[in-house]
């Protein structure tokens, strides 16, 4: 079970746009830590996608944006690929654990 | 260009040891924490524990708290994960990945390629 909650799967045609949300608690997100998200692609290491809950890193396109509200953080993809087809996955820091870092369970997104 | 190389495969048999490698190269590798991740086949990512390399504190997730051991060699650049005595569970795609900046709160880039650990009789 992991600390931070993801739906297991979203789906979305192409040109379309969808949302991931990662829900968390009083003690990881609601506490004001960050929220960041990697992008996996099948076969691949993950790869910074959002940092700082809204920032991207150079060279990832701006389909791509997160925002953070109380307990939860939402990354959103507009204008879908057949290229974004990918594992999501959320990332923050919870102050009840000794090793701080947590991770969502990770979405899987599939372009119709 | 910071990168981060991790070391090759490794076949094991049940109850032996195991250390395997991540070196950084292209920044100050003894200013920014670096940690291990766990992949096992068709899972989510699971965070293992980070150290910081210029003094060597590390951090444990509960779950991997003496289990794995986590170090770093900063003559040579290099963070290691470790297993004093490998089961067939550790069989898994173990990834290490840098702080992006100083920042302690900060997200984890860039990451190694992944290193896959198969333990099998």
């Known amino acids: 079970q992991s600390v931070l909650t993801q739906p297991p799967s979203v789906s979305g045609a192409p040109g379309q746009r969808v949302t991931i949300s990662c829900t968390g608690s009083?003690?990881?997100?609601?506490?004001?830590?960050?929220v960041h998200w990697y992008q996996q692609l099948p076969g691949t290491a993950p790869k910074l996608l959002i940092y700082?809950?809204?920032n991207r890193p150079s060279g990832v396109p701006d389909r791509f944006s997160g925002s953070k509200s109380g307990t939860s953080a939402s990354l959103a993809i507009t204008g879908l690929q057949a290229e974004d087809e990918a594992d999501y996955y959320c990332h923050s820091y919870d102050s009840s654990l000794s090793g701080y870092v947590v991770f969502g369970g990770g979405t899987k997104l599939t372009v119709l | 260009e910071v990168q981060l190389v991790q070391s090759g495969a490794e076949v094991k048999k049940p109850g032996e040891s195991l250390k395997i490698s991540c070196k950084g190269s292209g920044y100050s590798f003894t200013s920014y924490w670096i940690g291990w991740g766990r992949q096992m086949p068709g899972k989510g990512l699971e965070w293992m524990g980070i150290i910081y390399p210029g003094d060597s504190d590390t951090r444990y997730s509960p779950s991997f708290q003496g289990q794995v051991t986590i170090s770093a060699d900063k003559s040579i650049s290099t963070a290691y994960l470790q297993w004093s005595s490998l089961k067939a569970s550790d069989t898994a795609m173990y990834y290490c990945a840098r702080r992006r900046s100083y920042d302690f709160w900060s997200g984890f880039d860039p990451w190694g390629q992944g290193t896959l650990v198969t333990v099998s009789s």
């Open positions: 700082g809950n809204s």
């Open positions: 009083s003690s990881n997100i609601g506490a004001g830590y960050d």
